[in-house]
Each structure stands twice: as structure tokens, then as C-alpha cells.
């Protein structure tokens, strides 16, 4: 199929627009009128340059408040169409939107509806071009789809057929399967975006937040399987109204609108059968299917020298070993059981280090065929690390996600020769690691870029074949953090996103805090085993406990035990969830040590305020507040 | 009365919060029970923190899902509810809010729903407390205050009342009228917050965009008369969810507030008459009222010495002439008839110049009371600016607006020797100032700080009673801009706010932007006496113009004239508005020249992106790109 991208999905001006989708490998682009009037190159001009750039211009957009409008505002609209028709053939597109009318003033009359339709058709064909009716979901009268297409069908001219936007079909709800009632080649256009589960108006929900397939709520798979079953040929659209990619980087936001039509096409290509596929002649992406995650191979930390002597402290407060050491780089490996922690002590390229800071810069995942995960994240434009190997080194496959975090494919086994184990000398003492009580990495939790949240999803949805929950909002003292899990692999691999609620002003420092969850098979004995260890928590205050004492039926001595130990509760059902912390390595890491009960599937978010709270009063007085 | 405020409507800790609300004057707070659960200091030590703040506890809050609930739950939170007591008696607070049951559980039986408040009431009149009712806009069965009163009275309990919440009866909208009828002391609490005009979901609405009094769309004077008709004498206070209000700055967001309760009281007081106010000893704030402004003194702009030859001939271009030098101070005057511009190269305090750079930094305004336009900006808490005096200079009264800008008060009289004018010795060639076609500073535009817009509008339209229209988002190339503009003086005093309607990420520059409209009576007229003058102006693209002949009915010669001018056009019922821009004087202000036909009263924003636009354009062309 054709990929295409309407303008107004993308910042900048309409040069900036139309080099920023060929540059990422789009067919064709959808003009919006504004981006046009705004610019200072002449329409003929536009149309040299898109084809400079091997763009088709699909159609030309909006043209509004026409049919059933009363006589003198009809035929204004018709002059007013010939200038358009004119504008058009300068740009060298053949399709212009029309808009159901929105106006107080529209008439509720489907044949004269279809009267104005068919004369704007005349118009059209005239020009060689034609009109593809929309109906917007705040349609005065018409404001679904099946409407629309009644009218158009009245209209009865070949130049006169629908465009489907899925968002004015699923914003409202409507059911999309009547789309199979629509004969293809009377399906002009189709425009797609995604929207957020949002208790917000439909018009305000599709001004300011619609987003790509994958990111939002929407079953765009459904949805665009109706269409296709219908016949339609022509291209796939983005069009999406969003305040943070008017304001994001072009040339990104055209990466991760790309991903997500591919994504949207291999999700297409699993519903319908593969016989329709080949016998339809559907060219639909098909990148390496996801490879099935088993885990964390290992989490990777970069540090300086003050920071890697605190996580050594913390890590061998949780019961980690110190199990190897790279043979070239100045990486320790340490471990227990099955779970390895990196401690990566490379100078950055560009200067000194920035005494005291500790992140995480990368995350492995187990994947049967890590080449094939490799290539499935090269068919989905994410970008591959180069990697320099020494001597008998492993090859490692690994991509940068929108954070610059590298995500890594491993196949752990001690046994194989390729193994990344085989990278690292394992040290004489304490190479079986350490004798902790974790027994995995139960999530990862790592910071955003403010504005790349969405795209950060959708990149764990295709890349690594993740599947995504809702948005949380939770209140940190100093704002709201939003944060989202993406999860996989039978929920041995989870990723907790988080990025602040707001941008700009005084950000909440802990929306920048990156975390490492390990799992338990019981919290007090990993507690007690710790503190024996001398392992530094964070401090929970007595009001927590008492308030949890109040409001729910935990034994008193329970709440005692909660209480001695800084564990937090929580419940989901039948499940329960008990956690606690360590403090600060550094300005923005820390670990967190869970259990989970009776499936539960959360990651305590009620309790993350308190979490907050505390870690700015621990940070506060060890001195190291901002 | 007493003025209060909830702890969720501000930033940071609990105790932070407690020294904020202090710091600016408010007299008590409302403690959120997650604040507390957060903070690491128990309740008796709150208790004496906030006794030693001189601020009284007010209210506990909340206590949800109670009323009309299964026996098993309800029995479960009145022992919930002991808990609760206790904390309360530690923190020194007598009264309970609780909020109408929204839980699916919840039976719709007023008869049940009275029994368990009646025996919650018994419970916290046991240890001298009290329970304050609120219906939710969102209550399951209970969602109208008349309703929350019906229960209240047939509980029949003198430690069971109602509390009124001004979102919950305006969101909805419920008629205030009825509140008259609850007997005054059974309204235990009122709680005060604004909101805007948004189509969007109530609970969404309620949880992030409340909010203070004269930010909003509401008719809070109007709804708090009622609620002291009704004879409640308790304290005003206002609880605000509002996700900027969160991450920014405590003391700020206070004042911010407290200046909303003081506006609220003096528009009450102007709404009651004068017997009932003193009759019923209504304590209300009653700051001097606000003079009639009768437009704009001057305005200044600080320049550096580049910066200063650019303004000088963009100032020549638009027809000024330099009148003036001060006797002290490195500040030119321009004038043309009684329009000044004010050229201040002061140099910074600390530090050189940052070349090319030229800011507004005052706006002066014309009262006839100078000095008591400055006790009322005293009285709703605006800074004072402290000045120094010259020998013989006039005493000049100004205070700085939540951007920095100072805002004079002046009297402009030729004749008086106390006038300002008499600071300036004029020059003895163009002493008459310049002859050119402009008529007043028609609007001054000035950016506003991310996250202090709405702080902005309510400092306009309290310190200068202005009053405030909606705001609108205009697309810039690179994000959307919001403007609000604020208006008064019989239309002679116009400001226009604006900020990026998103923070974070790369922000439109736009957005920054400040700029001085005038206004002339003959829009041609003026720009052919300028283009003669050697005005540079902001070259506007043909296709606006291809496209406002398509769209518009205005004669092709008209059109002509427009493009040939790059003057711009905009329609507002019977109202037109022509208007066209200078190049840049730095890297933030340009000036606009506009005529104002038929009562038109808006701002052309329709025109705005293309500006906006254009300006990118020449920015890139003239070498000075970000």
C-alpha cells in the first residue's frame, strides 16, 4: 500500500514538512490548506519540489461547510471551489476533502445534500479531479459514515465519492463493519489516527490529541481490515491533530508516524487470512515476526568512579556477587542466580565525567534468534549500535530506543561459545555471583524525553512485540508523573515508562529517576537478609502505616511488620503487592525490591507518592538536593 | 472572613505548603489526606508547625464512598472513620469532609444514606467533631447539593452538615438560587474554585484545570452570595486541582491566590448592597476601587546600543520623531501626537549587554489617581517597584507584573509640573515629536512566563480592572501559541498575554515574541506614508492573498491593494480589520500598524500562523535563526 502523511501531523512549514516525510521513506503527503497560505513558495513550485523528493501530494484538504447550505452561501462555496480546483492543479493533486457541514445553517436535507455534492462534482470533473466526502464526527447532520456514503451514493457521480477517517468512525463509537457496504472504488481516501481512552469531548479529543496507530485506544487493525475487504486500494493516511508533534522534531515524529503504519500493516497481514493477502495482491509489510522474550538478560548501569563504588555497596547490600569482568572494556559483571546487573565504567567519549552520576544505558533481552530480533528492529526504522568488537568478543545485536537506551538481543547460555557470558573473566572468588534472595528482574522503569512518550511506547509495542497498559498520573510533590507499562514475554519482561505529566516550569526531579525492580518469593526474608547485608533503604514514615492500618483489614501485627522493615503494601483484587527500596545511587537510580501475590499485575502506583515524597527528604538530607 | 486554602492547590511537601500559605496572609488551610500520608511529621507536630504559622486547620479531607454502601463496607469505615478522628484530634482540626458515594456498591436510598451520615455523626460528636456532606458533580446517587442537603436533613444530626464546593454546583451547571434555602449553619464548609470554558469531561475537568476565582468561566460572586445569603459565616476556601498549580513555585501559586479571594470579596461586595454588607457585618476586602484608565502613557523598550539604531529607525519608519532625553538617565522619547515610545539603554545591573537584544520593560498607563491606582495594586498584593529619584524627577508610581514587565501609573499632563514628561528635556529640533499617521497605541502584546499565564490574566484584571476574554491557540509553524487578551479603559487599554500553549521539548520562538500595535485611521494612508519613510516591513506570501480572494468576497482592486502593501485582512460580523507588521527590532519585538473598522474587536488571529510564519522567514533570510 502507499503510506502517506498529512502535514498537519508534522511541525515546521511546509518545506521543512515535505523533507522530513520523503527523508524517513513516505509515498505521499496530504496538503493542508494553511500550511499552503502560510508559505512562501508558490503551489507550481510545491509540486516540483514533492516530486524532487518522490511525493505524490494525495489530496488537498479542507474544504468546508458546503452541502446543504443555503443558496447564495452554495454558490459562493462553488466559486470559492474553482479557485481551489485551479490551486490543485497547480500542486498536481486529484482529490480535495469535503467536510460535512458543521454550520447552524446547513439544511437537514440529504437529496439537496447531494444536489450541492453532485454540481461540486461537475465542477471537479471538469478539472480531471474529485471529491472525497467526509463525515466529521460534530457533523451538524451528517456525522457518520454510513450517512455520508447514503449521500454520496444520491449524489451518483463518478467524480463524488467518501473519505473514512477512523477517528470521526471510532471516536463516537461507531460500529466500522457497515465500511463493507461501501463499493471500494467508491472509497476515495482513508485518513488514520489513533486517540487516547479519554474522558474529553470528541472535538477537543481530536483538535489536540489524537496520535498513531498503536499509541492510543482505537482497533485500527478492525478498522482497517473493513476497509480493505471493502476494496479500497488507495493510500494508508496519517492524519493527526497533536500539540506535542506540532512542537516535536519533523523528521522524528515522521519516523515514529512510519513505524507505526508498518506496525499497523503486520497486525493487518496476522487478521486477515493469507489467502486473501496473496490473492488480493495486498502489499502489506511484513517485517521478521517478534521473537518470544524470556526475560532480562541483564540491565546495564553506566557509572563513574564515585557512583560505581555506591553500587557496588548496593548491590552487594541486595545479595549480588561479583561474578566477572569484562576482558576489555572496565565492565563488572555482578549476579545472582539468573540476574546480572552491569556496571559499566566507560570514560564518555566527550570529556569528563560528571562526578557522582549513575544511569541506566542498557537493557538485554533473552531472544531465541537475537540476529532475527535484530533484523525485525531494522524493518521497524530502529536505529541499530554500531558495535566495535574486541578479539572473541560476542556479537551483539542491539537498537536504540527513543531514550538512547540500548536494548540488546542475547541467547544466555553458559554452554555456547557465542555467549556474551564469554566477554567476561570470570573472577576467582565469587564467580558462581552472589547468594541473594532475588530471584529476576521483575521490571525495569526508565525516563522519557519529555514529548517522546508516545513514541517510546509504540517503539517497545513493534520492536520488541510488547503489549501496552493505560497511562497512570501520579502525584509527586512537585508534579505529575505519568507513567506506562509496556510488558511481554508472559510478563517476564516488563518496562515501566514514566516522563512528566507537564513540561517546562520546575520539573518533578523523581520523573527523571530510573529504577531496576527485582523480584522475590518473599519480601521479609529478602528484608531481614539485606539488612543483614547492610543494605541502605528508604526511610517510610509512620504516618503511611498508619493510614494503611486505617483503611484496610491487615493484621495489626503485619502493619508492625510493614512498618519495621520500610515495606509498602498494596492491592489489586486478590493480589497483593509488597515492596521496598534502596536509596540514591546517584542523582537518579535506585532499585526496588517486590513481591507479587496471587498474580498481582500492578506496579504499586498508590504508593509512589510516599516513594517520592521520601526520596526528596533522603536526598535532602544527605546533601545531595539539587 | 477567614481565608483558606487546600494543600492539594499547591506545590511540595506538607510543610512547605503550610509555610506558603503563611508566608502570603492566608488564615487557615485544608489538610489533603495524601499530604499527610506523605509527610514524615506526625500530626501533633503539624498541628503545632501550623499554630506556630498562625494558620488554623480548617478541614480534613476527604472521606469517600461511605453513605448508602453495604452494611459490611459501612461498618468497616466507621471504624475507618475512628482512625480518622484520632488523627484529626492530633492535628487539632474539628471538621470532616465527605464526599457523596461514587461507588457502584452504593444503594439510592436517602433513607439509608441519612442513617449512616446520622451515625458517622454521632462518632465525631463524640470527640467534639463535625462532618461536612458534599455532593460530587460525579456522586452515584447523590450529585446536587440540594440533594446532599435533603440527606443532611433527614440525618438530623447537630454534627452533620453540607459542604458547598462551587465546581461541583457550576460544572454541572446546577441553579446557586436554591442554596439560599439551607439554613446557614448547617452549611459547614464552602469550598471555592474557578474553571475554564472547556468542552471536556467534568471529572477530567475537576482533576487538572480548576482554577482560582476570576480565572475561569464561572460566576463565583454570584454563587458565594448565595452561600452568604444563606447566612454561612465559616472561611472561604479554595481547592484547586490544577496540574501547573502542582509543579509551580508554592509561594507563588499562593499569592496568586489569596489576590483571587481579595478580587472575589470586592466583587462581592460591589454585588451586595451596602446595608446588607454592614448589617450583617460581612468582613469582605475592600481595596481602593480601580481608577478609570483612559489608555496608554508609553511604553518602554530597553535596548542595547545595537539594538538601539534598529529601533531608532523602525520608530523614524513608523513616522516618530525623538522629543525628548531624560534629564538622568540614558532613556530617549519618540512621539507622534500622544503616542510615546520610550528607547531606555540602561545597561544591566550585573553584567554586558546581550547584543541585539531589545525587550518591553514598561507599560505606563493613564490614571487620573495615580497614587491610588498604586494602593490598590498594594492592596491585591502586586510588588511595589522601589525607584530612585533624580533631583526634580516626578514621583512615579509602578509595580512589576508576573513577567517582570513594571507597570506605571501616570497622569500625562503638559501643564503640570509634577508630570512625568517634565523628567525629559526636550530636544530643540521635532520638540512637537513626529508627524506621522499614527493615532494610539491601539494593543501591547507581551509574553508571559510558561505556567503563570493565568496568574498573568488575573494580575490585569485585578490591579488594572480589566476584564478578560477567552483564550485562543494559533498555530505557529513549530507549536501552538496561546493569547488571551485582557481589556479595559473603555477599550483604550489593550494587552494581549500569550505563552506556548504546551512547555518542555523545543518551544515556539513566536511564543516569545512581544509586540506594539498602533492604530491609524487609514490603513493605506499609513503604509504608503511609511514605505515613503523607509520602513521595513514583514513581506507577507502571495498565496495568502490567492487564497483570501478565493475565501472572501472583497474586490479584486481591494486585494491588489492588500498584497501590494503585504497589509492583512480579517472579518468579524459587520467589523474589519486591516493590519500589517515591521521587521524585527532583536530578537523579540516587532510593531504592528492596524486599523479597527466597524467596532471590530478582535486581534486578526486568523492571520496570526502566516505572521508567525513569515517571521521565521525573514528571521532565516536576515542571518539571525536560532
Known amino acids: 500500500m502507499r503510506r502517506s502523511i498529512a502535514t498537519v501531523s508534522l511541525s515546521g512549514t511546509l518545506e521543512e ?52 447550505g443555503p443558496p447564495d452561501q452554495v454558490a459562493r462555496h462553488l466559486r470559492r471551489a474553482e479557485h481551489k480546483f485551479a490551486v490543485m492543479a497547480d500542486l498536481g493533486v486529484g482529490t480535495l476533502l469535503v467536510c460535512s457541514n458543521v454550520s447552524p445553517d ?13 454540481q461540486l462534482g461537475d465542477r471537479a470533473a471538469a478539472h480531471g479531479m474529485r471529491i472525497a466526502y467526509e463525515a466529521l464526527a460534530w457533523g451538524r447532520h451528517v456525522n457518520d459514515y454510513a450517512h455520508a456514503w447514503k449521500v454520496v451514493a444520491a449524489a451518483d457521480h463518478p467524480a463524488v465519492g ?28 482513508l485518513q488514520l489516527s489513533d486517540a487516547p481512552h479519554q ?42 491533530f497533536n500539540d506535542v508533534f506540532r512542537q516535536a522534531d519533523a523528521e522524528r515524529t515522521a519516523t515514529d508516524a512510519l513505524r507505526s503504519l508498518l506496525w499497523l500493516e503486520e497486525s493487518l497481514r496476522a487478521r486477515l487470512d493469507p489467502a486473501t493477502v496473496a490473492v488480493q495482491r495486498l502489499d502489506l509489510a511484513a517485517p521478521p515476526a517478534p521473537e518470544p522474550l524470556s526475560g532480562y538478560a541483564f540491565v546495564e548501569i553506566t557509572v563513574d568512579p564515585i557512583a560505581e563504588t555506591v553500587a557496588e555497596r548496593l548491590l552487594a547490600g541486595m545479595g549480588f556477587g561479583h561474578a566477572g569482568r569484562h576482558r576489555t572494556k572496565p ?121 517522546y512518550f508516545d513514541e517510546a511506547a509504540l517503539f517497545y509495542l513493534s520492536v520488541l512485540g510488547l503489549g501496552q497498559r493505560d497511562s497512570v498520573d501520579v502525584a509527586d510533590p512537585y508534579g505529575l508523573v505519568r507513567s506506562r507499562a509496556v510488558v511481554g514475554g508472559g510478563d517476564r519482561v516488563r518496562l515501566l515508562l514514566t516522563v512528566p505529566a507537564l513540561g517546562g516550569g520546575k520539573l518533578p526531579e523523581t520523573a527523571d529517576f530510573q529504577h531496576i525492580a527485582f523480584s522475590c518469593a518473599d519480601i521479609f526474608a529478602a528484608a531481614v537478609d539485606m ?89 535532602a538530607m544527605a546533601g545531595l538536593g539539587a
Open 162 to 189: 467518501v473519505c473514512l477517517d477512523s477517528f470521526h468512525v471510532l471516536s463516537r463509537p461507531l460500529d466500522p463493519a457497515g465500511i463493507r457496504d461501501i463499493p471500494g472504488d467508491k472509497i476515495f481516501f
Open 331 to 451: 565492565v563488572q559483571m555482578w549476579q545472582q542466580g539468573d540476574v546480572r546487573v552491569l556496571l559499566n565504567r566507560t570514560r564518555p567519549a566527550n570529556g569528563d565525567w560528571l562526578r557522582g552520576t549513575a544511569a541506566v544505558s542498557a537493557i538485554a533481552v533473552e531472544s531465541p534468534d537475537p540476529a532475527r530480533s535484530a533484523l525485525r528492529a531494522q524493518a521497524l526504522l530502529a536505529p541499530a549500535i554500531p558495535r566495535r568488537y574486541g578479539p572473541g568478543e560476542a556479537d551483539l545485536f542491539a537498537t536504540a530506543a527513543p531514550d538512547g537506551t540500548a536494548v540488546f538481543f542475547c541467547r544466555t547460555e553458559d554452554s555456547d561459545a557465542s555467549s556474551w557470558l564469554r566477554d567476561f573473566e570470570p573472577l576467582p572468588a565469587g564467580a558462581t555471583g552472589g547468594t541473594g534472595t532475588l530471584a529476576a528482574v521483575d521490571h525495569v522503569a526508565l525516563s522519557q524525553p519529555s514529548y
Open 199 to 240: 474522558l474529553m469531548d470528541v472535538l477537543q479529543l481530536s483538535r489536540h490529541y489524537r496520535c498513531f496507530p498503536g499509541q492510543g485506544a482505537f482497533d485500527l487493525t478492525g478498522f482497517t481490515a473493513h476497509v480493505l475487504a471493502a476494496g479500497y486500494r488507495g493510500p494508508l493516511s496519517l492524519e493527526v
Open 531 to 619: 539488612r543483614i547485608r547492610g543494605l541502605p533503604t528508604l526511610p517510610i514514615p509512620g504516618n503511611y502505616y498508619d493510614d494503611l492500618a486505617a483503611r484496610t483489614d491487615l493484621d495489626d501485627s503485619l502493619v508492625d511488620t510493614l512498618r519495621a522493615y520500610g515495606v509498602l503494601y498494596d492491592r489489586d483484587g486478590e493480589g497483593e503487592f509488597f515492596h521496598f527500596y534502596t536509596s540514591m545511587l546517584g542523582r537518579r537510580i535506585f532499585f526496588e525490591i517486590v513481591q507479587r501475590v496471587n498474580g498481582y499485575a500492578g506496579y504499586g502506583f498508590p504508593n509512589t507518592p510516599v516513594r517520592m515524597a521520601a526520596q526528596y527528604r533522603h536526598t
Open 17 to 68: 514538512k515535505l523533507t522530513a516525510a520523503a527523508q524517513v521513506g513516505f509515498d505521499g503527503v496530504e496538503i493542508f490548506e494553511n500550511d499552503l497560505v502560510s508559505s512562501a513558495t508558490p503551489p507550481v513550485d510545491i509540486r516540483a519540489r514533492a516530486a524532487d523528493l518522490g511525493l505524490a501530494i494525495e489530496l488537498y484538504q479542507p474544504f468546508r461547510d458546503f452541502e446543504g
Open 106 to 118: 446547513a439544511v437537514d436535507d440529504d437529496a439537496l445534500a447531494a444536489d450541492h455534492l453532485h
